[in-house]
């Protein structure tokens, strides 16, 4: 059984450029968490999704992010006109029921130049 | 918003030796978890405390919520170079499930 799985694991963007980030969850996860760790900070929770719900989004910023779990494919987390603040790990974990017991992935590390 | 500090940031210990990595919470903890991250690699699920003064173990790692809820040690004893990695603590707000976490302790073990 694959664990949850990120990709790209590096990316690298201009100022201004669009950032997408995909998470594919673990087999039979429904439940879709995303994270964020800038630098010298620890982990934050972001967002929480389910399939074609987004549950609580009460630690994205609200412009520039958004974030989907359609009913078909992987989770996928956009920053629109990254600037350089957004230089950061994001980590998405899923789960198989509301939980704190969540899988993690290895993370996307973001480079905005 | 609630911060939680670990301590020590780092830390190298010979393999056989005990130690312990402290989390502290600015507020009263309604769940506190610990996760470990191997290098590279995403965290993975360790404990789970709720009750004041509660102590759960895992093989050989032990970790306690003190009374007021507010402080959490983990304890490892005779240490293994497989429990090198990272420790976060991390901490809700009683979602169960919108975690935040500490900065984390960088565990080395040396032969």
């Known amino acids: 059984n694959a664990g949850v799985m990120q990709n790209p694991r590096h990316l690298v963007r201009r100022r201004g450029q669009e950032a997408r980030l995909r998470c594919s969850p673990m087999?039979?996860?429904?439940?879709v968490y995303w994270y964020r760790q800038l630098p010298e900070e620890g982990l934050k929770f972001m967002v929480y999704?389910?399939?074609?719900?987004?549950?609580?989004e009460s630690g994205m910023p609200k412009e520039r992010f958004s974030a989907e779990f359609p009913k078909e494919g992987p989770s996928i987390l956009r920053i629109q006109q990254v600037v350089r603040g957004d230089s950061a790990a994001y980590y998405c974990?899923?789960?198989?029921?509301?939980?704190?017991?969540?899988?993690f992935g290895p993370g996307t590390r973001l480079t905005v130049t | 918003s609630q911060e939680l500090e670990q301590s020590p940031q780092s830390l190298i210990v010979q393999e056989g030796k005990n130690l312990t990595i402290n989390c502290t919470s600015s507020?009263?903890?309604?769940?506190l978890y610990w996760y470990k991250q191997k290098y590279g690699e995403g965290l993975i699920f360790l404990m789970m405390?709720?009750?004041?003064?509660e102590e759960k173990s895992h093989e050989k790692i032990t970790a306690k919520l003190d009374e007021k809820k507010q402080q959490s040690s983990l304890h490892i004893t005779a240490s293994q170079p497989s429990h090198a990695g990272i420790y976060l603590c991390?901490?809700?707000?009683?979602?169960?499930?919108?975690?935040?976490f500490g900065k984390g302790t960088s565990l080395l073990v040396t032969p």
């Open positions: 507020k009263t903890l309604y769940g």
């Open positions: 405390l709720q009750k004041g003064g």
């Open positions: 087999k039979g996860h429904s439940h």
């Open positions: 991390g901490a809700d707000k009683g979602s169960g499930y919108a975690l935040n």
């Open positions: 974990a899923s789960s198989p029921i509301s939980t704190y017991e969540q899988y």
């Open positions: 999704l389910q399939k074609e719900n987004i549950i609580d």
